[in-house]
């Protein structure tokens, strides 16, 4: 069963509450921010520090494929560029190949 996310709302950036950590290092985060987010129980997060006292939370993908498909599309060229370039790299391992006796 293939579970479709939605993807998060773009929202105005500020603070939307505060939070304490705990005796176990734990920490609970603002109802009003997991809305905003669509963030649900039982979503993995990824947590960055910057180095400077900021960590960042961002909810794990749970397809890294889908998350970044088609992402950078315009960094090679179009398609037909991809796809030119592709037979180029294609006709270049037939030729050694075949340069070699395999």
């Keep these: 069963m293939v579970v ?3 993807e998060p709302r773009r929202v105005e950036l500020g603070t939307v509450g505060e939070t304490t ?8 985060l ?4 997991l ?3 669509h963030w649900e129980k039982g979503d993995h997060l ?3 520090n910057f180095g400077d ?6 909810r794990k993908p749970t397809s890294w ?10 960094v090679f060229g179009d398609h037909e560029d991809t796809m030119r370039y592709l037979d180029e790299l294609r ?6 190949a075949e340069e070699r006796g395999i």
């Design 35 to 37: 809305r905003q987010l």
């Design 91 to 96: 006709q270049e391992w037939e030729d050694l």
């Design 46 to 48: 990824l947590v960055q």
């Design 65 to 74: 494929a889908d998350t970044f498909s088609g992402k950078m599309g315009d």
């Design 4 to 6: 479709q996310r939605k």
């Design 53 to 58: 006292g900021t960590l960042v939370l961002m």
């Design 21 to 28: 950590i705990t005796g176990k290092n734990q920490i609970s």
């Design 30 to 33: 603002p109802a009003e921010a």
